[in-house]
Structure formats: C-alpha cells, structure tokens
C-alpha cells in the first residue's frame, strides 16, 4: 500500500497550514476604495433637466425618467458601474462615488413596496422653481 504522506497533493496541504489566507477575510476586512473605483451613481435633483439621455444610453436599463413628471429613479442593484450615464449627461447632474451603497435584502422593501435598490427624486415644478428663484433674487 502507497505511503498517503507521499501522495503528491501533501507538501501543497501542509505549506497551506502555515501559509497567511490568500484572500481577505470580508467583512471583516475591507480593502479601502482606491481614486477612480466605481461604486454607486449620486443623482443631483438641482441641475438636471430630464433629457432622459441617461436612460437611453444605460445598458442595464437601470435609470429611468419621466419627463412629464420630472422624476428621475435608479435600481441600484440593477447598475453595472459602466459610467456611461456619467459621461453622457450634459448637465453633469449625475457621477460616480467611489463607495458602494450596502448591500439590500428582500427583507429591506420599503413601506410603500419600494424595491431593494430602488431610489427615486422628484424634481420641483418648473413654474414653482422658476417664482422661488425669482423671490430670492428679489430679497
Ligand atoms: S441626469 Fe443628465 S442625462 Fe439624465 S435626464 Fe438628467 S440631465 Fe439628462
Ligand atoms: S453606471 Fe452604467 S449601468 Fe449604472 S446607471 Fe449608469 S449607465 Fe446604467
């Protein structure tokens, strides 16, 4: 009968014993994001003129926006961190953090069946917008 000390897989096993992990050992030990990571697309309501060239341009499908009604939304877990949406806005209204939102579970749905992920802004009217701006260039 072969000596199993003497099976070639052995020294391999054994130096894996002492050796340090290969890996990090998530959660508990995070890699700090490094400049120019992707993490999670940040919306600015105040310029954005609802195009919808954002959502034109997603490959996931990920923005959508309605213009009629001024609402631009996101599903977060949807987006694959392509940046396409940041390069394309003409506004400059959307870009890239480089930390990533946590994670969500089904567990997370909002009261109003609002899906894990899921994030949405509402723009002000144009005409209500345009009397505040109006109101405080007068004070
Ligand atoms: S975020 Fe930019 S591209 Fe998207 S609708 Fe607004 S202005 Fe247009
Ligand atoms: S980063 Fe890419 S996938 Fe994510 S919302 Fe923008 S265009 Fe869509």
């Given at each position: 009968?072969?000596?199993?000390?003497?099976?070639?897989?052995?020294?391999?096993?054994?130096?894996?014993?002492?050796?340090?992990?290969?890996?990090?050992?998530?959660?508990?030990e995070i890699r700090p994001r490094f400049e120019?990571?992707?993490?999670?697309?940040?919306?600015?309501?105040?310029?954005?003129?609802?195009?919808?060239?954002?959502?034109?341009?997603?490959?996931?499908?990920?923005?959508?926006?309605?213009?009629?009604?001024?609402?631009?939304?996101?599903?977060?877990?949807?987006c694959i961190g392509c940046n396409v949406c940041?390069?394309?806005?003409?506004?400059?209204?959307?870009?890239?953090?480089?930390?990533?939102?946590?994670?969500?579970?089904?567990?997370?749905?909002?009261?109003?069946?609002?899906?894990?992920?899921?994030?949405?802004?509402?723009?002000?009217?144009?005409?209500?917008?345009?009397?505040?701006?109006?109101?405080?260039?007068?004070?």
């Amino acid at each position: 009968m072969a000596n199993p000390l003497r099976l070639p897989m052995v020294p391999r096993a054994l130096r894996n014993l002492v050796s340090r992990p290969a890996t990090r050992r998530y959660p508990y030990e995070i890699r700090p994001r490094f400049e120019g990571a992707r993490g999670t697309i940040e919306f600015d309501v105040e310029t954005c003129n609802y195009c919808m060239l954002c959502m034109r341009r997603c490959p996931a499908a990920a923005i959508t926006v309605v213009r009629e009604d001024r609402i631009w939304s996101i599903e977060h877990l949807t987006c694959i961190g392509c940046n396409v949406c940041v390069e394309v806005c003409n506004k400059n209204s959307l870009s890239m953090a480089k930390e990533s939102k946590p994670v969500h579970t089904h567990a997370e749905v909002g009261p109003q069946g609002q899906r894990p992920g899921h994030e949405e802004w509402h723009g002000p009217d144009p005409a209500i917008a345009a009397a505040a701006k109006a109101a405080a260039a007068a004070t």
